[in-house]
């Protein structure tokens, strides 16, 4: 039976296990949304094509799924590019379906037309123009196939108005085969070998996750990991929900605005286990500093990360839990030997103990103006260990980590790489979308939350009951953090001169607003936002000018912190 | 240091692109770059010359791999291979210089491929410094415009790559 291009792309949606999507209507898409009315897929309109993407992308990290959004050409099509973009920071498998003008009108600025693929090459981890229907079904096979394998990423497919409509007979292909596309997923034993050989002579080990622990689902292996070998872990904002904050081993996050005992740690450890991580420069502050005496074994699935940034000693490419579990079972048949560690790591962990009383996460509280770090720790308190989590970008996204206590794998979704404000809201709306049930919570600042406040509609229609809270210091607040420190508080274009009410902006669309302008007012504001059936803006009038610390001023070193107190 | 690197793509539509934007999205050198299809048409090979240090070139190596579209990359560094270039080059040739230019490229093995009252313009093919040492002895002459085309390279001995080998 012949089916039309549209037809065609949404047959394949669903034999890739696609039951959701995000997405926008335009003149390039039509003929798609007219079959989507026929489609078991559904279809969430968002009021914003980033916002579509973001959504894709909250769902895709929510998941593990691959994430679609759809948007038409021109517009439409440049309009995903910042969502695209964070997407591919952090690795995010995502297939992408842009509209495209007619063939025959490609190159001649019809109306409506962008060269997407050109426009989205640096930012997608492939792209694809589909110039014939018949190898639109195989295209697509690909884009998922490309999308969730190796180092996930974003996969972009525009679509041709007249491929759309054109007509072929329908076969889904049962596998791809990409001659330049193999990615490794097992570990050399080899190598495994050697860090184990590593691991049990080191007197200073600290292992550091990122993200990849995340996208491999690496952290049941990654916690038997530290307890074999009694290894203190410290993770990226990436990594963060991989590992327990309160387990003894846990250092909490490091880098610019990690802890103090975690820097130190690194700072003065002679064996560095980097795994699923890519030592960004937020991470390692001044390269030449960073490690020092550290001899660094790095994991990872993209080799192209190993040696970047820093030399490596040992590098695996691998998939991250591929190698974990070779590397457990390599510990496993030299129990004599890992016995020993704990004893012999003992006073590598009373170092970190002294770190850790000298400078804990701390903050100074107030009975008088309500403290951001206050408001994080209640939202922990009341929520449950299942909530997800994402931000936008600012202050509140570093004080959502540094004290909110993550504890299963999956529940922190925010931009890393990009660190794109805006992105909180619909990846939220994202994450609710596949959790209709749980709690998810978008903590936002009052900058970044206008970037993509027009999402309050598709919450409210589609009745996802995201909670947002907006710590709101009626500033630009992380900028305003940098000007004040190294800019002589010189705040340029970092007052929001325009108080809003959030509140009044929540019922606008038909959400609930709560505001708290009180300490003692905040955890009544979270009850009852979490008793409240549908979506919900909980507004924290913050202490104005309260600095995220830690802080590893850009390009110092990871021991030169301006500490809290 | 300089290198020669040979990639074998997919001939896609873009792939061109995607391997230029690598290089000047990632900040890596590109001296010359030449392209078209193999035997098996499917495939473009194109040969780079770039340069930097041991660990550019590592990423240049790796990033090129990483691209969906390469399927193999060979860096002639450490390799024994020959490398060659073809040059065209409009001399000015007047009755004081004529000869000079015909002895030249008779000495570089070049054709004269076009002759005109006022010029001759003069093919030549060779190693990189063969093109070179010939542009040095011609530019005394007046050289009206000149074409390289980027080295291609092939490895020395009896082994080649195909698909799938
Ligand atoms: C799209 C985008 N534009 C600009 C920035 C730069 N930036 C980083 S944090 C920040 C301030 C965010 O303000 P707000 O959302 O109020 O959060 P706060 O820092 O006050 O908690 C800005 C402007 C960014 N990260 N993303
Ligand atoms: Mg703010």
């Not at chain 1, 039309?4 to 949304?33: A, H, M, W």
């Not at chain 1, 970092?494 to 955890?523: N, Q, S």
């Not at chain 2, 001399?91 to 002895?103: H, K, N, P, Q």
């Amino acid at each position: 039976m012949k089916l039309t291009g549209s037809k065609i792309l949404l047959e394949c949606l669903q034999r890739e296990g696609v039951d959701q999507v995000f997405g926008y209507p335009g003149g390039t898409v039509i003929n798609i949304y007219d079959d989507l009315m026929d489609s078991p897929v559904k279809h969430i309109l968002t009021r914003h094509e980033q916002a579509a993407v973001h959504a894709a992308d909250g769902y895709a990290r929510a998941t593990g799924k691959v994430g679609v959004a759809i948007a038409t050409s021109g517009p439409g099509a440049t309009n995903t590019i910042t969502g695209i973009a964070t997407a591919y920071m952090d690795s995010i498998p995502m297939v992408v379906i842009t509209g495209q003008v007619p063939t025959p009108l490609i190159g001649n600025d019809a109306f409506q037309e962008a060269d997407i693929i050109g426009i989205t090459r640096p930012i997608t981890k492939h792209n694809f123009l589909v110039r014939d229907v018949k190898d639109l079904a195989t295209i697509i096979k690909k884009a998922f196939y490309i999308a969730r394998t190796g180092r996930p990423g974003p996969v972009l497919v525009d679509l041709p108005k007249d491929v759309q409509v054109a007509t072929t007979k329908f076969e889904y292909p049962e596998s791809v085969e990409l001659r330049g596309y193999k990615p490794t997923y097992s570990g050399n034993l080899r190598m495994v070998e050697k860090a184990a050989a590593m691991i049990l002579a080191a007197k200073k080990p600290v292992i550091y996750v990122g993200g990849g622990a995340s996208l491999t689902d690496a952290h049941a292996e990654l916690k038997q990991l530290a307890e074999t070998i009694q290894a203190p872990v410290t993770t990226t904002l990436m990594g963060m929900a991989c590992f327990p904050k309160r387990h003894p081993l846990s250092l909490g996050m490091l880098g610019m605005h990690g802890t103090y005992y975690a820097n130190m740690a690194v700072t003065n450890s002679d064996l560095l286990i980097a795994l699923g991580a890519r030592f960004d420069d937020r991470v390692t502050g001044k390269i030449a500093t960073f490690a020092p005496h550290a001899k660094i074994i790095h994991v990872d699935i993209d080799p192209t990360s190993i040696k970047k940034n820093v030399r490596v000693d040992l590098p695996i490419v691998g998939d991250l839990r591929d190698v974990l579990t070779k590397l457990l079972k390599e510990l496993g048949s030299q129990t004599d030997e890992v016995a020993k560690l704990a004893e012999k790591l003992k006073p590598w962990h009373e170092e970190i103990a002294v770190w850790r009383r000298e400078q804990p996460m701390s903050y100074t509280p107030s009975k008088t103006i309500i403290k951001p770090q206050f408001v994080i720790e209640k939202l922990r308190e009341l929520s449950n260990d299942d909530a997800i989590v994402t931000t936008e970008v600012g202050q509140h996204q570093m004080w959502a980590a540094q004290f909110f206590d993550f504890v299963q794998p999956r529940t922190f979704l925010s931009s890393g790489g990009l660190g794109t404000m805006g992105y909180g809201l619909p990846s939220a709306l994202g994450a609710q979308a596949a959790f209709p049930k749980r709690q998810v919570i978008d903590i936002s600042g009052d900058g970044a939350f206008q970037m993509n406040s027009q999402e309050l509609a598709t919450l409210v229609q589609y009745r996802l009951p995201v909670k947002i809270v907006i710590l709101n210091n009626n500033f630009l607040g992380m900028v305003r953090q940098w000007q004040q420190l190294f800019f002589n508080k010189r705040y340029s274009q970092t007052c929001m001169e325009l108080p809003i009410d959030f509140v009044k902006l929540a019922e606008a669309y038909g959400a609930t607003g709560l505001r708290a302008t009180k300490p003692e007012e905040v955890e009544d504001v979270i009850r009852k936002a979490f008793a409240t059936k549908g979506p919900v803006i909980m507004e924290f009038k913050i202490a104005r000018e309260e600095n995220v610390l830690p802080m590893v001023p850009a390009g110092a070193s990871l021991n030169e912190m301006v500490l809290a107190s | 240091m300089r290198h020669t690197i040979s990639v074998l793509v997919e001939n896609e539509f873009g792939v061109l692109a995607r391997v230029a934007g690598l290089f000047s999205g990632r900040g890596f050198n590109i001296e010359s770059l030449s392209v078209a299809p193999t035997l098996d048409p499917s495939i473009s090979r194109m040969t780079i010359v770039t340069s930097g240090d041991d660990r550019i070139l590592e990423q240049i190596n790796k990033q090129l791999n990483k691209l969906i579209d390469t399927i193999k990359v060979i860096d002639f560094t450490d390799e024994e291979h020959m490398e060659r270039e073809l040059c065209l080059v409009k001399v000015t040739a007047d009755d004081g210089t004529r000869a000079e230019v015909l002895r030249i490229a008779d000495i570089f093995r070049g054709k004269v491929v076009d002759v005109t009252p006022k010029s001759y313009t003069i093919e030549v093919t060779g190693a990189p410094d063969k093109i070179n040492a010939i542009i040095e002895l011609l530019r005394p002459m007046g050289i009206k415009e000149l074409v390289r085309s980027g080295p291609v390279a092939l490895g020395r001995g009896p082994k080649g790559w195909r698909a799938g080998d």
